[in-house]
Every structure is written in structure tokens, then in C-alpha cells.
């Protein structure tokens, strides 16, 4: 089991930078498990944003974020990071961080994680 909570959401302009941090609680290393983030718009489905290996040496990007978000993880600390920039309005949504503990090729299906945060909500103003 793992417990994930999730913060730094807030309102900010388009333009702007944000920091999602997932914090992380488990009896077993954070290094066991993969680390992705998903976001859910209003009306619309959960999509995937980034994700990254156990120990986070692959990054994986939506196309819509790439160059723009950056995905990492503090295994010691038991934490994942989202860092935004160059925010947009259609970033606008609810932002999850999920991880699993099993290998897949598959990084954005929703099915493929198995735990998951409560969301932190990112709202941006044009």
C-alpha cells in the first residue's frame, strides 16, 4: 500500500511556473515504484502528463507538456515533483500523482496505476 498526497496547486496567470510536490508513505522503498502524474480537466477524462522510472532514469511526456513540464523524484525522501512552466489555460484541471510497482512499456493508461493521490488543482487565468 501506498498513501500519496499531493500539493503546491493554486490560481495562477498564464505564463506562469507552478510546483506540484506527491508526497509519499510506505513501508517499502519509494524507489520500488514507478512515478507518473495525470490530470483531469472539467468534463473531461483523466489524461497522462509524465511519468518517470524508479529511479528516474527515464522521463516520459505528454506531447502537450513536453518542453514545458519536467517530472523528477526525491526516492529518499519519498517525494515526486511536477515542475510547470510557461502555464497555459488549458493546463487548467486536477492534478494527480499515481504510482505502481510493476513494469509496463504502457506509461499513460489510467487502468495501468494503481495508487493514487486526492489531486491538486491548478487553475490558470488567461
Known amino acids: 500500500q501506498v498513501q500519496l498526497v499531493e500539493s503546491g496547486g493554486g490560481l495562477v496567470q498564464a505564463g506562469a511556473s507552478l510546483k506540484l510536490s506527491c508526497a509519499a508513505a510506505?513501508?517499502?522503498?519509494?524507489?520500488?515504484?514507478?512515478l507518473a502524474w495525470f490530470r483531469q480537466a472539467p468534463g473531461k477524462e483523466r489524461e497522462f502528463v509524465a511519468a518517470?522510472?524508479?529511479?528516474?532514469?527515464?522521463?516520459y511526456y505528454a506531447d502537450s507538456v513536453k518542453g514545458r513540464f519536467t517530472i523528477s523524484r526525491d526516492n529518499a525522501k519519498k517525494m515526486g515533483y511536477l515542475q510547470m512552466t510557461g502555464l497555459l489555460p488549458e493546463d487548467t484541471a486536477v492534478y494527480y500523482c499515481?504510482?505502481?510497482?510493476?513494469?509496463?512499456?504502457?506509461?499513460?493508461?489510467?487502468?495501468?496505476?494503481?495508487?493514487w493521490g486526492q489531486g491538486a488543482r491548478v487553475t490558470v487565468s488567461s
Open positions: 499515481a504510482t505502481r510497482d510493476f513494469f509496463s512499456n504502457d506509461y499513460d493508461a489510467v487502468s495501468l496505476w494503481n495508487y
Open positions: 518517470t522510472t524508479t529511479v528516474g532514469g527515464r522521463t
Open positions: 510506505s513501508g517499502r522503498a519509494f524507489s520500488m515504484y514507478y
